[in-house]
């Protein structure tokens, strides 16, 4: 990295030694949720905090479903800036991995363990990059806030949700640093570094549909089937052809990638919609999507049954309300006798990407790597952030870890681990972008 003028100097091989050891560690405390037990990974911050003179609160959810929170204070001049990051981790199918999930073990390159990448390894390089602006006595321009959260693996109501209602100015922040961002060696079959910073993400809604007719014996037809009700409204469904948005993050998306010659087609609205009728990825980055996932009905071959239900995993664009997708999908189904039972639900706002934060990314990971692709990005999986843009905070999915596809597929899957060099990469921009945001 280019070194600053008014920058302090940082003795990276020493740092980080100190991140891997304390990654390594961190992967060691099985917090796979359910059932979560997150308070083991708040005992393990906790006194790496306090070793540094640090205080910090708790804000236990019950169960031990416990959430961590450590404040450096600045001026006052500028408003906060968070680190946030959550403790839990999914669990593991032990069969399938090559080494122990939760070994912390270092191989071939390679830190491995649950939650290496998703997303212990970006806590630890928060932890790390807050623990050296206190150990450096560095002048805060806003205060740093390092917030590890609960229970987000499984929808956040023991985490983030909880901590919402609950203490809701503790979220007051400017900007955040969250997961959802970060490099892959290759994007659209070419290989050069692409940096996704998140700045929105698609909602998740997770429907039932519950048809209800009347029972019958199966060799007297009659038109009331709930079965027949709940086949006519999917197909009604699946027939319903929702219009394309093409967000200006997408159009930048998209331009950035196609001026770097990664994506060869046009960033057009048009272009987009039509390379979205053919490729399923670029497609549910435009519309809200609708996937069928259960059905269940019937008690015997020959009765007719009383009820019958579907769930539906529908994916909101950014901004689209949920009680507006359902009013529109009860219009589609047009049938008063098929209601739509609501099982989980998140929708998230969009940032914008004219910040001085996004400019600050940008220059770090250049700087870190030269021939970086930088583009603003939205995730279709859901993460913290949902609730911050909501409130009108800027939180940014962001990470300077490279990754290769192949590693990547370890996130929820099996052998999930980070290469040393990736995780250098990411405490290096963290850091430095922490440093530039914060110091005075
Ligand atoms: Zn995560």
Redesign the pocket.
Known sequence: MRAMSNAPSIDWDSYLDEAIERLCAFLRVDTSNPPGNEILACNFLGEILKAEGIDYDLYDAGNGRVSLRAVLKGDGSKRPLMLLN?TDVVPVEREFWDEEPFSGLIKDGHIWGRGAL??KGLGIAELMAFLTLKRLNIPLARDVIFFAQAD??CGSEYGMRFIEREYPETLDAEFVIN??GGGSTEAFGVERPVYSIAVSEKGPLWLRLVAEGRPGHGSVPHDDNALDRLVRAMHRIQEWERPMTVSPVLTEYFGRLNRAGIYKGEATADALKAAAERDPRIRALLTNTISATTATSGIKHNVIPARAEATLDVRLLPGVRPEEFEAELTAVMDDPKVRIERVHVGWSDTNPFDTEMFRVMEDVLHELMEDAVVVPGMTVGF?DSSVLRNRGTISYGFSGGLTTPNVARG?HGHNERVSIESFRLNCQAVWEVTRRMCAK
């Open positions: 959550h998703d997303m987000e693996e997961e959802g993460t996130v």
